[in-house]
T-cell receptor, first 113, second 113 residues
Framework: SQTIHQWPATLVQPVGSPLSLECTVEGTSNPNLYWYRQAAGRGLQLLFY??????ISSEVPQNLSASRPQDRQFILSSKKLLLSDSGFYLC????????????FGDGTRLSIL | QKEVEQDPGPLSVPEGAIVSLNCTYS??????FMWYRQYSRKGPELLMYTYSSGNKEDGRFTAQVDKSSKYISLFIRDSQPSDSATYLC?????????????FGSGTRLQVQP
């Protein structure tokens, strides 16, 4: 069966520091991968998605970037964190194909001080 | 107007009650409809996945889609305290690999023992 791992679960970082969040998927090949941010009491906002190695699409302009160095690895990064980057970050995957549902990891709660 | 509207709740019901959760949407191109359950500090977990209009049942859960009214519902029978969570509806036009799911903001459900 397929599993998705996301770490760390919680992270506290100072303003201006760099960020690297990692997500890996097991049990499938060539998944579509996604990074979302979820604000309290609000829905999920898609940040990036990827349909293959090195292929990244950005949904919203921001202080973050994403990379996919391997088929089942997705990384969310920032060079200098802002206070507004605080939030709950979720990685998800879906099989390729029309209308496939997405499956989420357990998220990283990021606090910027 | 948001593409997907969902009452944030909280919705409080006694154990054993039938729960009805709903979403309305404005985009007539949505074809795939999903319900996710999210416990506090966890990622969303896929509960139900349907295509186009109709009903789908899985144990205590029933999903209904009425595309003519742009309205979807999730029914939970014999609700349990363990059902207490936030329920998110999500929908897609088609290939979720290239177009993200559009989420409602979630309804918080509390089942009182």
């Amino acid at each position: 069966s397929q599993t998705i791992h996301q770490w760390p679960a919680t992270l506290v970082q100072p303003v201006g520091s760099p960020l690297s969040l990692e997500c890996t998927v097991e049990g499938t090949s060539n998944p579509n991968l996604y990074w979302y941010r979820q604000a309290a009491g609000r829905g999920l906002q898609l940040l990036f998605y990827s349909v293959g190695i090195g292929q990244i699409s950005s949904e919203v302009p921001q202080n973050l970037s994403a990379s996919r160095p391997q088929d089942r690895q997705f990384i969310l990064s920032s060079k200098k964190l802002l206070l507004s980057d605080s939030g709950f970050y979720l990685c998800a995957w879906s099989p390729t194909g029309v209308g496939q549902p997405q499956h989420f990891g357990d998220g990283t709660r990021l606090s910027i001080l | 107007q948001k593409e997907v509207e969902q009452d944030p709740g909280p919705l409080s019901v006694p154990e054993g009650a039938i729960v009805s959760l709903n979403c309305t949407y404005s985009n007539s191109a949505f074809q795939y409809f999903m319900w996710y359950r999210q416990y506090s500090r966890k990622g969303p977990e896929l509960l139900m996945y349907t295509y186009s209009s109709g009903n789908k049942e899985d144990g205590r859960f029933t999903a209904q889609v009425d595309k003519s009214s742009k309205y979807i519902s999730l029914f939970i029978r014999d609700s349990q305290p363990s059902d207490s969570a936030t329920y998110l509806c999500a929908m897609s036009e088609g290939d979720t690999g290239r177009r993200a799911l559009t989420f409602g903001s979630g309804t918080r459900l509390q089942v009182q023992p």
